[in-house]
């Protein structure tokens, strides 16, 4: 069945880049996410990633995949500490249901 | 648009007792999904609804039950409440779209947090 699997816990001074890794097993996955959550409140999507591509750019957020190792990394240019928050990891495995990873929390220290 | 909308923002419930949960769609949406988040979790999967249809489920026992309305809200029934059905419950909304399998980005609510004593 589908797993994803990301690190719980990730520590970054402000300004510095953060780089949060995942991995999944399902290669028929179509589109990988990565969704953010702040303490009491829903998911947001931050980005995706069709699996044709390497690599998709938005402003300070930068996707890389890696389809043959089945590992995607999101990272975060100038880290600010409204970006902390936990980040989970995604893939669809069919019919747009979503496999979720357990999320890493990321910790900005100013 | 108010997005995404669920309710209630918090229940507190009993062992054995049954709960109802509500999910709005976003404006436009016509498939509904529902989710369960576990303290320290991520999310997983419980069923998604499009045309009033359960379309696909997840890991989920039968207490587990939903319903789409024509108007594309939806339900979602826990029976038989056990301590660890206690988690944030979300709803997610999207739009099948005309071809049916164009990216559809998935809208998430706030979730209902569901606690059982």
């Known amino acids: 069945g589908e797993d994803v699997e990301q690190s719980l816990f990730l520590s970054v001074r402000e300004g510095d880049s953060s780089v949060i890794n995942c991995t999944y097993t399902?290669?028929?996955?179509?589109?990988l996410y990565w969704y953010k959550q702040e303490p009491g409140a829903g998911l947001q999507l931050l980005t995706y990633?069709?699996?044709?591509?390497d690599m998709k750019q938005d402003q300070r957020l930068t996707v890389l995949l890696n389809k043959k190792d089945k590992h995607l990394s999101l990272r975060i240019a100038d880290t600010q500490t409204g970006d902390s928050a936990i980040y989970f990891c995604?893939?669809?495995?069919?019919?747009?249901?979503?496999?979720f990873g357990i999320g890493t929390k990321l910790q900005v220290i100013p | 648009d108010a997005g995404v909308t669920q309710s209630p923002t918090h229940l507190i419930k009993t062992r054995g007792q049954q709960v109802t949960l509500r999910c709005s769609p976003k404006?436009?949406?016509?498939?509904v999904s529902w989710y369960q988040q576990a303290l320290g979790q991520g999310p997983q999967f419980i069923f998604q609804?499009?045309?009033?249809?359960?379309?696909q489920r997840g890991n989920f026992p039968d207490r587990f039950s939903g319903h789409q309305f024509p108007n594309y809200s939806s339900e979602l029934n826990v029976n038989a409440l056990l301590l660890g059905d206690s988690a944030l419950y979300l709803c997610?909304?999207?739009?099948?779209?005309?071809?049916?399998?164009?990216?559809?980005?998935?809208?998430f609510g706030p979730g209902t947090r569901l606690t059982v004593l």
């Open positions: 997610a909304s999207r739009s099948v779209g005309i071809s049916g399998s164009s990216y559809n980005e998935q809208f």
């Open positions: 399902d290669s028929s996955s179509t589109y």
């Open positions: 990633i069709f699996s044709n591509m």
């Open positions: 995604a893939e669809n495995g069919g019919y747009q249901k979503v496999t």
């Open positions: 404006s436009g949406h016509d498939t």
């Open positions: 609804y499009y045309e009033e249809e359960e379309r």
